[in-house]
């Protein structure tokens, strides 16, 4: 199993990015896919999960309203985008999944890891 994690960069604050997660090497149905992020010197923060097989989402609090995860089961993928960034987002956010329907916010309960994109945010 892989996950391959794509789309950051270098944005000024106000800006968007939509950031994937393109999966191989099974089929995901029945799993739950989630978004991370991990600001230098800081644990790793969940932020969203999506059920793959029905779509069902949920968020962090921290994250509501500016944050959207969805997916594309056609294409193996799974996205994350980010409106209205501000400096506090920088940080490298990974993706994972686990087995279940059911989210986690402790990153030790995902079984695969994509390797992660830097988000920069520019004041």
């Known amino acids: 199993v892989q996950l391959q994690a794509s789309g950051g960069g270098l944005v000024q604050a106000g800006g968007s990015l939509r950031l994937s997660c393109a999966a191989s090497?099974?089929?995901?149905?029945?799993?739950?896919m989630a978004w991370f992020r991990q600001a230098p010197g800081k644990d790793r923060e969940f932020l969203t999960a999506?059920?793959?097989?029905?779509?069902?989402?949920h968020y962090a609090n921290s994250v509501k309203g500016r944050f959207t995860i969805s997916r594309d089961n056609a294409a193996n993928t799974v996205y994350l985008q980010i409106d209205n960034l501000n400096v506090e987002d920088t940080a490298v956010y990974y993706c994972?999944?686990?087995?279940?329907?059911?989210?986690?916010?402790?990153?030790?309960?995902?079984?695969?890891w994509g390797q992660g994109t830097l988000v920069t945010v520019s004041s």
């Open positions: 999506i059920n793959w097989s029905d779509g069902g989402t």
């Open positions: 090497g099974r089929t995901f149905s029945g799993y739950t």
């Open positions: 994972a999944s686990r087995y279940g329907s059911n989210y986690y916010y402790s990153p030790g309960l995902y079984d695969y």
